[in-house]
């Protein structure tokens, strides 16, 4: 990647202050190459362009690249600078340069964008992060909790065996959750599951066989777990004012499907709300055609109090309807506690199947938000955060529209953002982890992780003026580029 400019940038905050300048530029490159910025057999900046870009001298640059050599990393070739190392390269093509490549070539798929979610990248410079920023997030009432229950005799209760379903005191609480949504459960159809993915996954595991077709809404973040169940996997277009209703029908009909897959309230990543006709047609529809339908609402607590909503579960009260949810988006993505109600039956089978393959999930997790939600003030917590986010929607739209992007719509809660770019974003969000920046490409939410202009934006986490500024200068030169003949 000899010819992709690499702008400076301060990782004093993040590298420490005790690093010399040689080792942040090696703790850099093998951020990138862990990254997959700089891929096996790519060639390295030369050592005059890294100099330049990252005002340094050369003997620094060299410095740090022989500590690479000598690290593994990085293998140098006389005449032709220095290039990533094959993890296993074949005999045949060690001696072999690897060919200069214009612009970084990755994977952009759903595991890019887990691994650089949890790579260190400061809230502040990831416009494309799926959660709230710290500061916004709930960390202290999770400290209530934690502190409550060091306060409490529970080394006892917490060297037994934990319940099969999910801590029983905390099962009430979401019981009493689901009805305030007019969901009425029985604490046998609750299951807490670690987050709302393994409460996918047993789903998929128990109900799927190869050969089944599910429809999920796209664009839309899709369970990589389906692909790996060998069923076929058909998207439902969206519009701005949510699931198109007459393309779901005629999909439906056509591909008589197994399972639906919907993120009705808040949907990542429009940001749109189910209607109520829209809900009452798809159960419709489930019904006719013996359809389980997953609702997926991770991001329920998102909404204010007295916003109307129509939740699936609550027309259908769960009689094939499986509800999803999780605390991880609205605590803090390190709290790996979820859960699902559904059908007696089905939840009975699942509760098996967990124990099966994870045995219980975390007692102590469970306990912890419990205490938040009953002892930390949870509500006043997520009244905080709705007037937070209210306050940024309009200014980040309004900074987006500047830089040219389109919003697909602008939702009425959450930090959800899906904005068209007129650019190939797998390229922007490429570029932009190279200068520091996570962003999320259209493509994640792709059936076929195709290439897209679309982009995700957190609203929360892309106020920052450096990467807003990075954001307007690389829009402007890939712009500028396409136009050319």
């Known amino acids: 990647m000899p010819t992709t400019a690499i702008p400076p940038t301060d990782h004093s905050s993040i590298l420490g202050a005790q690093t010399t300048l040689v080792d942040q530029l090696v703790q850099w490159a093998e951020q990138r190459i862990q990254q997959q910025v700089f891929r096996p057999g790519m060639r390295m900046p030369s050592v005059r362009e890294l100099a330049q870009e990252r005002g340094v001298s050369r003997f620094t640059v060299v410095a740090a690249y022989e500590r690479l050599v000598a690290r593994g990393h990085l293998l140098a070739r006389r005449g032709a600078g220095f290039f990533v190392r094959e993890a296993t ?26 691994r650089n979610m949890t790579s260190g990248i400061p809230a502040h410079l990831s416009p494309g992060s799926g959660y709230l920023p710290p500061d916004m997030s709930g960390g202290d009432l999770l ?56 409460a996918i996954d047993l789903i998929f595991r128990m109900v799927l066989r190869p050969g089944d077709t599910v429809l999920v809404g796209e664009p839309g973040w899709c369970n990589p777990l389906l692909w790996l169940q060998g069923v076929e996997v058909v998207g439902v277009p969206y519009t701005p004012q949510g699931l198109d209703v007459q393309a779901l029908t005629a999909l439906v009909e056509k591909h008589k499907p197994k399972l639906m897959f919907l993120n009705p309230v808040l949907h990542n990543p429009t940001g749109t709300l189910l209607s109520a006709a829209t809900a009452y047609q798809i159960l419709r529809l489930a019904e006719a055609h013996d359809i389980l339908v997953i609702e997926d609402d991770i991001y329920s607590d998102f909404l204010p109090q007295g916003m109307a909503v129509t939740r699936l579960a609550s027309l259908d009260q769960l009689r094939r309807v499986v509800y999803v949810n999780s605390y991880s988006k609205m605590l803090a993505p390190n709290i790996r506690v979820g859960y699902l109600a559904g059908p007696a039956e089905l939840v009975d089978t699942l509760t098996t199947h967990k124990l099966l393959t994870a045995l219980t999930t975390p007692e102590i997790n469970e306990r912890i938000v419990y205490k938040a939600l009953t002892e930390g003030s949870y509500r006043k917590h997520c009244q905080r955060v709705h007037a937070a986010l209210d306050s940024l929607r309009e200014p980040a739209y309004k900074r987006m529209q500047d830089l040219g992007l389109q919003a697909f719509c602008q939702p009425q809660a959450g930090f959800l953002g899906w904005f068209d770019t007129g650019v190939d974003t797998n390229h922007l969000a490429a570029l932009g982890l190279d200068a520091g920046y996570l962003l999320r490409p259209g493509a994640l939410f792709s059936l076929r992780q195709a290439p897209s202009t679309w ?25 500028r580029r396409s136009e050319k003949p």
């Open 143 to 198: 400290k209530m909790g934690l502190r409550a229950l060091a306060n409490h005799s529970t080394s006892l209760q917490l060297a037994q065996g934990a319940s099969a379903q999910g801590y029983a005191p905390l099962r009430t609480q979401i019981q009493r959750t689901l009805a305030e949504r007019e969901i009425q459960a029985h604490p046998a159809q609750i299951l807490t599951t670690t987050g709302a993915a393994q």
């Open 89 to 114: 390269p074949p005999a045949s093509t060690r001696a072999k340069s690897a060919p200069a490549r214009s612009k970084p070539q990755q994977a952009i798929n759903m595991g890019w964008m887990v």
């Open 455 to 479: 982009m995700g934006i957190n609203i929360a986490t892309s106020q920052d003026p450096g990467m807003l500024a990075w954001l307007a200068q690389t829009l402007d030169q890939l712009r």
